[in-house]
């Protein structure tokens, strides 16, 4: 059919999410490309984490020496909230930290490596031999809040992308936003080094995603917009290429077959999932 296997933050539901180690064993487990999150440290490098804040998914609060670095902080979509943030911490002391599962609960095979991997950065992803030849999807998060922050998203990673020999190794490139500005910006300073796919998570004004047909390559949908909806035919009648976020074994309510097959047949090009390897295996038997 076609359908591109995208491994979510890695093959998160394997391995703590957004770490090396799950980016390798998504390509292990046969996903097309893996997707990764980026945010600013102090010093001017990007990350790999999903938030700015760190004490769900690292071991930050046990470490007694950036107990001072605690503090009532905004997380990206302006909630405040007590924690120890990215932008308050160098590169070099965020990767002392170590890697934690997310959601320990619903993922005890995961939280059974945590403290075991270091934080990743976008120099580590891109110069990984696992990258080689391969399909990265970098989601920048959060660009307008650290914009007024002082920190230039889009000019740190045109610069990252220009110190790296990506191109020369056969790495391909796709750069999302859910900002519609910020990925419009991002579009701007980083040129041509790959698709722009605009994420969707609420629906409110189809006029406007019109015009991401004439801006962008691609639009990346939360599943539970398409269900029972034309959207996807929609978005494809524009041109643009349709992906779809997020595929959980964990949320199939009847056989993990049935529920991956929704994803399938839903018409899109791509399909997130934290457990590569099962979807894959349920596209390849319905191709």
Not at 217 to 241: T, Y
Request: charged content about 25%; proline content about 3%; some cysteine.
């Amino acid at each position: 059919m076609g359908i591109a296997v995208f491994g979510h933050r890695g093959a998160s539901g394997y391995r703590p999410e957004n770490t090396l180690e799950a980016f390798a064993l998504a390509f292990e487990l046969g996903a097309d490309a893996i997707e990764c999150d980026l945010v600013p440290t102090l010093d001017g490098d990007l990350i790999i984490r999903h938030d700015n804040y760190l004490s769900t998914t690292t071991d930050v609060a046990s470490r007694t020496e950036f107990a001072h670095l605690k503090r009532m902080g905004t997380v990206g979509w302006q909630q405040e909230r007590e924690d120890w943030f990215c932008e308050d911490f160098t590169l070099a002391q965020l990767k002392t930290l170590r890697a934690t599962e997310r959601l320990p609960e619903l993922r005890p095979g995961s939280a059974k490596f945590d403290g075991k991997f270091e934080l990743a950065s976008l120099d580590e992803l891109l110069a990984a031999d696992f990258s080689t030849g391969r399909h990265l999807i970098l989601e920048i998060k959060h660009g307008a809040y650290f914009a007024g922050k002082g920190y230039p998203v889009a000019a740190i990673l045109a610069r990252k992308l220009a110190e790296s020999d990506w191109r020369d190794r056969g790495i391909t490139l796709t750069i999302e936003a859910f900002e519609y500005k910020t990925l419009e910006q991002l579009q701007r300073v980083c040129g041509p080094v790959g698709d722009y796919v605009y994420l969707v998570d609420t629906w409110s004004d189809p006029a406007l995603n019109a015009s991401a047909a004439e801006v962008f390559d691609g639009i990346s949908f939360n599943a539970e917009l398409v269900w029972g909806s034309d959207l996807i035919e929609l978005a494809h009648a524009r041109g643009l290429k349709v992906f779809l976020w997020t595929a959980r074994a964990e949320d199939a309510e009847n056989t993990i077959e049935e529920y991956y097959a929704k994803f399938i047949l839903s018409g899109a090009d791509g399909i997130f999932a934290d457990q590569p390897d099962l979807l894959a295996a349920c596209v390849r038997d319905m191709s």
